[in-house]
T-cell receptor, first 112, second 111 residues
Framework: EPEVTQTPSHQVTQMGQEVILRCVPI?????FYWYRQILGQKVEFLVSFYNNEISEKSEIFDDQFSVERPDGSNFTLKIRSTKLEDSAMYFCASMYGGYGYTFGSGTRLTVV | GQQLNQSPQSMFIQEGEDVSMNCTSSSIFNTWLWYKQDPGEGPVLLIA?????ELTSNGRLTAQFGITRKDSFLNISASIPSDVGIYFC???????????FGTGTRLQVFP
């Protein structure tokens, strides 16, 4: 069964450092997403990406965040200067076209 | 912003019992999805519902898309220990493809 793959599974970083979270969506999917889940809370939408541009973003996705699809397979989330409150599980998801909304296993980001 | 109210928050049941959980909202949704999340893992899709009134089964799981498009329920029949986890509903609004997640139902199954 096709999977969304995320790396690394766990990242520890110092406050103020930049981090890049990586995702390989399912190969024929066209829509890409990042969500986050603070420990013990619900999953929250960050950003959606289609046709090489952001199609929607939440209020959480401020100027510190950016996304990129640098080649035909990877989809990255960059946090420019991490804060303690950025500690969370970050999930990448992809979808074909209204169907098959699939999540990766997540990257646990710990900011110290 | 839009909210999904999911209940119950947690359930403690004996193996073999049936389980029911639901999500309601004041907003109208195009799609309802039900996910299960194990600790440290991403949400895994259980059932997807695309039409109002749709009733869909996946093994011991049954879910329905409410006729008003503002609610959905998930039933699990004859629960087993591996059903333990957190169950989330997620809705997709009419004019967007982002998902709004419910607050989750934590299920514990005792032998």
């Amino acid at each position: 069964e096709p999977e969304v793959t995320q790396t690394p599974s766990h990242q520890v970083t110092q406050m103020g450092q930049e981090v890049i979270l990586r995702c390989v969506p399912i190969s024929n999917h066209l829509y890409f997403y990042w969500y986050r889940q603070i420990l013990g809370q619900k999953v929250e939408f960050l950003v959606s990406f289609y046709n090489n541009e952001i199609s929607e973003k939440s209020e959480i996705f401020d100027d510190q965040f950016s996304v990129e699809r640098p080649d035909g397979s990877n989809f990255t989330l960059k946090i420019r200067s991490t804060k303690l409150e950025d500690s969370a599980m970050y999930f990448c998801a992809s979808m074909y076209g209204g169907y098959g909304y699939t999540f990766g296993s997540g990257t646990r980001l710990t900011v110290v | 912003g839009q909210q999904l109210n999911q209940s119950p928050q947690s359930m403690f049941i004996q193996e073999g019992e049936d389980v029911s959980m639901n999500c309601t909202s004041s907003s109208i949704f195009n799609t309802w999805l039900w996910y299960k999340q194990d600790p440290g893992e991403g949400p895994v899709l259980l059932i997807a519902l695309y039409k109002a009134g749709e009733l869909t089964s996946n093994g011991r799981l049954t879910a329905q898309f409410g006729i008003t498009r503002k609610d959905s329920f998930l039933n699990i029949s004859a629960s087993i220990p591996s059903d333990v986890g957190i169950y989330f509903c997620a809705g997709q609004l009419v004019d967007t493809d982002k998902l709004i997640f419910g607050t989750g139902t934590r299920l514990q199954v005792f032998p």
